[in-house]
Structures are given as structure tokens and as C-alpha cells.
């Protein structure tokens, strides 16, 4: 809630040195400058008693230009956050221009000769309602950052779980309106979220693409032409891993599958199984053999790891052709759940998007057939309909009249800053009146 303090002031500069204190030795109940000359009498101490109380109300009134002083300062450094939008500063801007008439009205009032204590008692009263509708105002505000940055928090945090589940399958291919200037809200927030994970995403599959492609080179450049680059295959090999194994393969089919065979099977050409071969194919049968358990698929290619396996272990002779289209189905498979998971990730994402939305909607027009309804009773028209000008955004109605927005959160709102500005808010609220809206 907002903390309003007192602020201290100079009292003595605002009411003169009448407002001391003092005491007349002819009669004791006297204060401040007066007529010595009072009576002891029932007249005369029914004066000094009203005289006293007058001063004791000018006291109270000047202790409450001290409060408005310290609404002032607390208010003006308020404004100066950039997490308000343009409506929470409309608001806030209207209790400070309320804040400084009161206080000038009550400056002149205590500048006066004449002063009555019903005139400070009823000032008093519009310092209290003032003072009340402050406090309120100033808590809505609060409330509202506080929730826009909450949002903000839980829509990153959700995105960034988005972010996380694609990126464990890497490696596989509101309504119509003005905008307020420097508004923000919980729903850019998001989007901007959005728009980074969707990047780091994109920028991850760029980046194991790359590692994949320099990978391929190296193998095909050591298994190509006359003898093998024994050294460069081998140390190739090693850098395959869960996250870029598919990819591999993936970039050795589209570009040399059609001519060379499967990566295993030319591997195996250049490699006997004799020769190195199998350590090179138990490598990569062993990543595979992690992402698949990974994902959560490892017992459904049980057959094909057992084939593999069981070749690699042979006693004598590897079945070459056998160990590489088991490898194959192996691949495809773990590409395509990769796939699978990947998609679901965007059904999920675009699913609470899409519920989010409509969630949205329905609460926009919850708000704007309440604009229209209080419209309607506050004008005793049951035919008002609101201007195509009103609009609804950031959770606020907003209107555009002669370049400047005007924000409110219901009707009564709105329609009080524009008639504030000097308009009429039945020529700019209602639909089909006069409308000069730019």
C-alpha cells in the first residue's frame, strides 16, 4: 500500500506570527494575539474559549497542509517510475492536481483575518475524502505494477520451459486500438519471452547443424579415395554424442547416401570389422543406445540394439549389412520421435496460447459490455452504445482526442479525464454523437 507521510513545514511562514502561542498574564486562558482587554466575566471567557478553539482548528488545518505536502512529494516521485503506463500516470496526475488545490486552498484560508471554524472544519472534510480516495488510488496503482510484473515473471519462466523441453530435442528439422505511448504490460512482456526462445532455438539447431556438417566432411574426406585417414576417422567418430548423432546422419544421407551407401555400411567398406570398423559402428551404436533410453524408446528398438550388438560381439565375422540397416531403423526411429516431441511442445505451446486468448477476449467484453451498461444508467439511455473511438487496451479504455490519449478503467473514469481536459463525454463516449476524436 502507499506509504503518504507527513512532510515537515515551516508553519510560521505560511500563517504569520499569530499563530504563536502565547500567554497574557491578565487572563490565562487567553492565546495567541488578542485584545488584552477581555473581560474575566462568563461573555469574556466564553470568547477566549471560542477564540482558543479557533486556533486549535487552525493548528489542525495547518498540520493537514503538512500531510498534502508530503502526498505532493510522494506522488511526484512516484510519477517518475518508468514500470507506469500511461493511465496509471493519468490517474496518479489527477490525485497530485487535487493534492495542490487543497493545499493552496488551505494556505489562503489560514492567510485570512476573518477566519470561521466552520469553514476550516468543512476544508478539513475535503482534506479527509481527498486523503481517503489518495490512499486508494495510490494502492490500485501498486497493485497493478505488482501484478504486470508477476505476469511478466510466470509467462517468462513458462516460456523458458518451452525453451528447455525443445531444446532436449535438438538436432531434428487484442483488439484493434491506439497504442499508449510508453505503456507496458504483462502481455509484451511475453511475447518478448517468446520471441527469445523461439531465437535460442533456433540458434542451438543452427549451431549442431554446423557441428554435424564439419563432422560429415571429416569422415567422408577421411574414408574418400585411396586408403583411409585412420587417425582423422577415429578421432571424428569421437565427437559424435546424443545431440548431434541424428543431425549426422541426417546430413550424411541427404548428401552422400544415394552414391556411398549408409554411413555405417561405408564405413564398414573402408573398415572391416577385422580392421576397426566395429569400434567405430559400438560408438555410435552406444550414443544411439543413450538417446533412445533418453527419450524413453529404448525398449521398443530392443531388437535392433540386440542385432546390432550381437554382431559386434560375434566370435568371428560381423554381418555388415545386417549391423548397418539395424542402425538405420535405430536412426529413422529416434529422428521421428524427436520429431514427435518437438511438434507436441508447439501443440502444447499453441494450445495455452490459444486458451490464454480466448480466456482474454472473453474478459475484454466482460468489460466492455460494463462500460456500456454504466453508460447507459449514468446517461438514463438503455440505447447508448459505445464509440467505435473507445478503446480497450493494457486493461484500460483509452480515446485519442486531438492527439492526446485520455484512460480510464471503467466508463466513469474515462468520461472524468476527458471532461476534465475540457470535452464532453457523451460527444466522445457515445456512439453515433458527434465525434471529433483524431
Do not use: C
Not at 535438438?170 to 502481455?187: E, F, K, L, N, Q
Not at 563432422?215 to 574418400?224: H, P, R, S
Amino acid at each position: 500500500m502507499l506509504n503518504f507521510g507527513l512532510s515537515n513545514l515551516n508553519l510560521s511562514s505560511i500563517v504569520g506570527p499569530q499563530s504563536l502561542i502565547l500567554t497574557h498574564q491578565q487572563n490565562p486562558l487567553l492565546i495567541g494575539e488578542m485584545s488584552p482587554m477581555f473581560p474575566t466575566n462568563n461573555q469574556g471567557l466564553q470568547e477566549a474559549a471560542e477564540w482558543g478553539a479557533l486556533l486549535m482548528d487552525k493548528q489542525k488545518l495547518i498540520n493537514q497542509v503538512g500531510y498534502l505536502a508530503g502526498f505532493d512529494s510522494q506522488i511526484k516521485s512516484f510519477l517518475k517510475s518508468d514500470k507506469l503506463d500511461e493511465s496509471q500516470k493519468q490517474r496518479l496526475q489527477d490525485v497530485l492536481d487535487q493534492v495542490k488545490a487543497l493545499k493552496e486552498k488551505a494556505q489562503k484560508m489560514l492567510a485570512k483575518q476573518d477566519l470561521k471554524s466552520e469553514e476550516i472544519e468543512a476544508l478539513l472534510g475535503e482534506i479527509e475524502e481527498l486523503k481517503e480516495n489518495a490512499s486508494e488510488v495510490g494502492k490500485e496503482v501498486l497493485e497493478e505494477v505488482q501484478a504486470a510484473a508477476e505476469e511478466a515473471e510466470a509467462d517468462g519462466a513458462g516460456d523458458a520451459d518451452d525453451a528447455d523441453g525443445t531444446d532436449d530435442a535438438d538436432g531434428v528439422d487484442g483488439t484493434d486500438g491506439t497504442a499508449a505511448t510508453g505503456a507496458t504490460g504483462a502481455s509484451d512482456g511475453a511475447e518478448a519471452a517468446d520471441a527469445t526462445a523461439d531465437e535460442q532455438t533456433a540458434n542451438s539447431n543452427t549451431q549442431i547443424k554446423d557441428e554435424a556438417a564439419g563432422i560429415v566432411g571429416l569422415i567422408y574426406d577421411a574414408v574418400d579415395g585411396f586408403g583411409t585417414k585412420n587417425e582423422q576417422l577415429k578421432n571424428t567418430i569421437k565427437q559424435i554424442n546424443k545431440n548431434n548423432i541424428v543431425a549426422v546422419f541426417d546430413i550424411w544421407n541427404e548428401n552422400y547416401k544415394n552414391e556411398e551407401g549408409t554411413l555405417v555400411s561405408r564405413i564398414y567398406d573402408d573398415e572391416p570389422w577385422y580392421n576397426g570398423g566395429n569400434d567405430y559402428v559400438k560408438h555410435m551404436v552406444d550414443v544411439f543406445e543413450e538417446k533412445a533410453k533418453e527419450l524413453g524408446i529404448y525398449s521398443k528398438l530392443i531388437k535392433e540394439f540386440t542385432i546390432v550388438n550381437s554382431e559386434l560381439n560375434a566370435f568371428w565375422n560381423t554381418d555388415n549389412g545386417k549391423v548397418a540397416a539395424a542402425m538405420e531403423t535405430i536412426y529413422k526411429t529416434i529422428k521421428n520421435t524427436e520429431a514427435k516431441k518437438v511438434q507436441s511442445i508447439k501443440d502444447a505451446k499453441a494450445k495455452k496460447e490459444a486458451e490464454k486468448a480466448e480466456e482474454e477476449a472473453k474478459k475484454i467484453q466482460e468489460q466492455k459490455n460494463q462500460f456500456r451498461d454504466d453508460m447507459r444508467e449514468i446517461l438514463g439511455d438503455d440505447k447508448a452504445e459505445i464509440s467505435e473511438n473507445v478503446k480497450y487496451e493494457n486493461k484500460k479504455f483509452v480515446i485519442r482526442i486531438n492527439g492526446k490519449n485520455y484512460y480510464g478503467k471503467d466508463y466513469l473514469e474515462l468520461a472524468n479525464a476527458i471532461e476534465k481536459a475540457g470535452y464532453d463525454p457523451v460527444q466522445y463516449l457515445k456512439q453515433k454523437a458527434l465525434n471529433k476524436a483524431a
